[in-house]
């Protein structure tokens, strides 16, 4: 049975009008609830922390978070099709409508900070964060342990997605790990307005300490639904943060204590890909599918329902050719082609993707994101297959990194294994590599499964890897492109620098 994310209407008024540029100059606008009236009824009742907290839940997915009303504006995972996109390995192939031509596929918006999607993810992640503070104020601030239990567990929750939003911040808007380049202004008290940029060091201080004090506040907490933030995610999002910092030791220790619950089994061949071919509906099972959140190897994700209000405008509108999406009227999202052709002939994942080269479709990912009614361009206008946002198999993939940067090369190829097992027919090739050519293989895997999930960006980045786009791209096919291109990181966008006077000034 699906589970609803219901809004209280407290929450509701709350997110009305929270943005950022001129909405941030406001103290006290007049179309949200203040901090005062929501600390005084959290004091009363905890279930206005708790609709509050699902307010902010449910900005992941809604249409226009980012500011605008563009059609790839609809919450995290628009950015991360941004991130797959720059990275190079989700190729526009067929561009109809236009959408993330120009900006992301061309890099016309990270090279120019007046560009509306320079804008989005800022506006976005602000937002996100700006929301958390009031929660986290409203349970007592950020040094609170607080004494009810709900609110413990509330306070959890908001710090750690406060966190996961300047993690993608700092990803998004710089271009490598600098300690000391001022990057991003830090805001961790409703109060705090026009900020001016500070260190990275002090943003990611923010971060891990906000993550700590989450894992810590979430021991024992039980969630009703995996779009809540348990201590097993937190733990994830973590290992992410020290492996953006080269902090080996501490994303192996993290996704060994995550992989050790036992929690979550890694997703078999037969949930990873639709190898059934055929779509005759006559004894043709769906097989595989990214596309439900109890899927025991999901960590974490969002239950989409009728009731969600989730359309065209959404990551399925623009992923998928079996939804009523750009995908399948035009806009073609499709594996590199580079990228595919590593793909070995035993492995399961061959299956995701259309393997007709002859089509016009060929390597969209039909086996891997689609509407289980498999009907050409959507049965129903209204999106009900689910988001996923981070999977046990990162966890492995992450272990199996540290442990190879670390020089402990038996237990990357152990953790690199345990997934491989489940994709290949014969993984024994793992056991000869070694060094560099272990972490490369590693690098490879982690694009090959978690291809479309908006984690390639973040590894080419760790990996200070180079994109040679292949040869289904619309435009650079060939051209290497660096990590740290310009062209891969976006500006502070031109709003920020309107209105934050504190920035205007350092700009200048």
Not at 347 to 367: A, C, E, I, K
Not at 373 to 383: Q, T
Request: negative net charge; proline residues 4%.
């Amino acid at each position: 049975m699906k589970k609803l994310i219901k809004l209280t209407l407290v929450s509701s008024i709350l997110f009305l009008g929270v943005g950022c540029s001129e909405e941030f100059l406001e103290k006290q606008p007049s179309e949200f609830l203040t901090q005062q009236q929501v600390t005084e009824a959290a004091s009363n009742n905890a279930d206005v922390l708790a609709g509050t907290l699902a307010g902010i839940y449910s900005l992941q997915f809604q249409s226009g978070t980012g500011g605008t009303t563009n059609h790839d504006d609809f919450g995290q995972k628009g950015y991360d099709i941004f991130g797959d996109m720059l990275s190079g390995d989700v190729a526009l192939s067929v561009s109809s409508f236009g959408w993330y031509r120009a900006d992301i596929t061309e890099f016309q918006a990270p090279l120019d900070f007046t560009r509306t999607r320079n804008y989005m993810p800022w506006r976005y992640y602000y937002r996100i964060i700006r929301s958390a503070n009031v929660v986290i104020e409203a349970a007592g601030g950020n040094d609170a342990v607080p004494e009810l239990e709900e609110n413990r567990f509330i306070l959890g929750q908001a710090k750690a997605i406060r966190a996961h939003s300047y993690f993608y911040l700092a990803q998004y808007y710089q271009k490598s790990f600098d300690p000391s380049e001022e990057i991003l202004p830090i805001y961790d008290s409703p109060d705090d307005q026009n900020g001016p940029k500070v260190a990275a060091s002090e943003i990611y201080a923010l971060i891990e300490s906000d993550l700590n004090s989450a894992i810590s506040l979430l021991d024992g907490f039980t969630r009703a639904a995996k779009n809540e933030i348990n201590q097993d995610v937190a733990k994830g999002i973590l290992a992410y943060v020290h492996a953006a910092k080269g902090e080996w030791q501490e994303v192996k220790d993290l996704t060994d204590e995550v992989i050790e619950t036992g929690a979550y089994p890694i997703m078999t061949a037969e949930e990873v890909a639709r190898v059934d071919r055929t779509d005759d509906d006559v004894d043709n099972p769906t097989g595989g599918g990214f596309n439900d959140v109890s899927t025991p190897g999901w960590m974490w994700g969002v239950d989409l329902t009728s009731d969600s209000g989730v359309g065209l405008v959404s990551w399925w509108g623009q992923m998928d050719y079996f939804s009523f999406s750009y995908a399948g009227y035009g806009d073609y999202k499709a594996m590199d082609a580079g990228l595919y052709a590593q793909i070995s002939d035993d492995d399961v994942r061959r299956f995701q993707f259309n393997m007709d080269s002859s089509s016009s479709n060929y390597l969209q990912p039909w086996g891997k994101f689609y509407d289980p009614a498999r009907v050409p361009r959507g049965a129903s206008r209204v999106i009900t297959q689910d988001l996923v946002y981070m999977r046990i198999a990162e966890m492995y993939l992450l272990n199996a990194e540290a442990a190879a940067n670390l020089g402990m090369d038996a237990d990357a190829r152990m953790s690199l294994k345990a997934l491989l097992d489940l994709r290949v027919d014969d993984s024994s090739y793992v056991d000869g590599l070694s060094g560099e050519d272990l972490i490369d293989e590693i690098y490879l895997q982690t694009r090959i499964e978690l291809w479309g999930e908006g984690k390639s960006y973040l590894a080419l980045k760790r990996n200070e890897a180079t994109v040679v786009r292949g040869a289904n791209h619309l435009s650079f096919v060939g051209e290497p492109i660096p990590y740290d291109d310009e062209r891969l990181t976006f500006e502070i966008p031109e709003a920020e620098i309107l209105y934050n006077p504190a920035i205007s000034t350092q700009n200048n």
